[in-house]
C-alpha cells in the first residue's frame, strides 16, 4: 500500500532537513568550530540526535587531510565498518575511535587572542545555567552582567543575574551610550551589556564571559570584531522544547512565541566561531572556558 502523499512529502522534507543538518555538522567539524570528539560524545549520549545518525565515514570525511583511501584503511584498524553510524558503536569501538580522533583531530582555535567570549545561543538552551556553572566552579573567569527591563525569575539575584532596571533608567544608558550592546528579545523586554565593566577587566588583562541573545551578539561582533563567538546548542529540538515547558516560567502563548524565535535563531549558529552542545552543563561549561583559556598558535 502506498503511503498517503502528505505522509510522502512530510517525509521528504524531514529527509532534507537531515541531510542538511549532518553537513552543517560535517563544514563546523571541517572549520574548527566544533570537535569531532564532541560530536561523537553527543551521538552516544543522545541516540536520537543527528549526531547518533551519522556514519563514521561521514565524521572522517570531515577531517582535513583524509581522503577515502586513509578512511578506509584507519576504518580497518579500528574495526569499524564503513556503514556504522556513530550511535550504534560498540564500547570498544567508542573507545577506539575517541583515542583515534583525540591523536588526529585535536581541537585548537585559531584567530586573533581576544579576552571576551560572547555565549549565545537560542532560549531555553541553557546559556544562564552554563553562564552560573562558571560563575561558580571557575572564579577566575569574569562574567558580565546584563541589564534588563523584565522582573526577575524565582532565584535570580540583583546584580548577580541581571541589573534589574525599568524602561527610563535603559533609556538613559541608552542614551548615555552606556552599553556595548542592546536588543529588544522576544518582541517584549529589553537586554543591554554596560561596557564600563568590560572594558576595565579587559584593560587589566582579564577574560570576560558575556552571555547574551543572538541579536547581542552580533552588536558585539561589529563593534569588537576580535570577540570570540561561542553560540550553545541543544542536544536534540525535542530536547529544547522540554526545556523550556518544564522550566515553567512563561505562559503557553509566551512559550510557543519563543519556540518559534528559537526556530529562527538555530539558524544563525553558522555565523559563530564555536559550536558547544549543552548535553550536561558541566561538560558544556568546561568547553567554554578551554576556549577562553587556549592560546592561540
Known amino acids: 500500500m502506498k503511503p498517503p502523499e502528505v505522509d510522502r512529502a512530510a517525509g521528504s522534507r524531514a529527509a532534507v532537513a537531515a541531510r542538511r543538518a549532518r553537513a552543517a555538522i560535517k563544514t563546523a567539524v571541517r572549520e574548527k568550530r566544533r570537535s569531532a570528539v564532541g560530536v561523537l560524545d553527543t551521538a552516544q549520549g543522545h541516540p536520537d540526535s543527528i549526531e547518533a545518525g551519522m556514519r563514521v565515514t561521514d565524521l572522517l570525511q570531515a577531517i582535513p587531510g583524509l581522503g577515502p583511501v586513509r578512511i578506509r584503511r584507519n576504518l580497518d584498524k579500528l574495526e569499524i565498518s564503513p556503514s556504522k553510524r556513530l550511535g550504534g558503536l560498540g564500547l570498544h569501538q567508542q573507545g577506539r575511535l575517541r583515542s583515534y580522533l583525540e591523536q588526529r583531530a585535536p581541537f585548537s582555535v585559531s584567530g586573533p587572542e581576544s579576552r571576551l567570549v560572547v555565549l549565545a545561543g537560542p532560549t531555553a538552551v541553557g ?171
Open 127 to 297: 546559556k544562564g545555567t552554563v553562564a552560573s556553572f562558571i560563575r561558580e566552579k571557575f572564579p577566575d573567569v569574569s562574567l558580565s552582567v546584563s541589564a534588563t527591563t523584565r522582573a526577575p525569575r524565582p532565584g535570580e539575584v540583583e546584580g548577580v543575574s541581571y541589573y534589574f532596571v525599568d524602561d527610563a533608567e535603559f533609556d538613559r544608558m541608552i542614551a548615555a551610550g552606556e552599553f556595548l550592546e542592546w536588543a529588544v528579545v522576544h518582541n517584549h523586554h529589553r537586554y543591554g551589556t554596560p561596557r564600563a565593566p568590560i572594558d576595565a577587566a579587559i584593560a587589566a588583562g582579564n577574560g570576560v564571559l558575556l552571555e547574551i541573545d543572538i541579536q547581542g551578539a552580533r552588536q558585539v561582533r561589529a563593534a569588537m570584531p576580535e570577540a570570540r563567538l561561542v553560540f550553545l546548542l541543544p542536544p536534540t529540538w525535542d530536547e529544547l522544547v522540554r526545556r523550556l515547558i518544564g522550566r515553567g516560567t512563561e505562559s503557553e502563548e509566551e512559550q510557543a512565541r519563543r519556540l518559534k524565535t528559537a526556530e529562527v535563531e538555530l539558524a544563525a549558529q553558522n555565523e559563530f566561531d564555536f559550536l558547544v552542545v549543552n548535553n550536561d552543563v558541566e561538560a558544556a561549561a568546561s568547553e567554554v572556558v578551554d576556549l577562553m583559556n587556549r592560546r592561540i598558535a
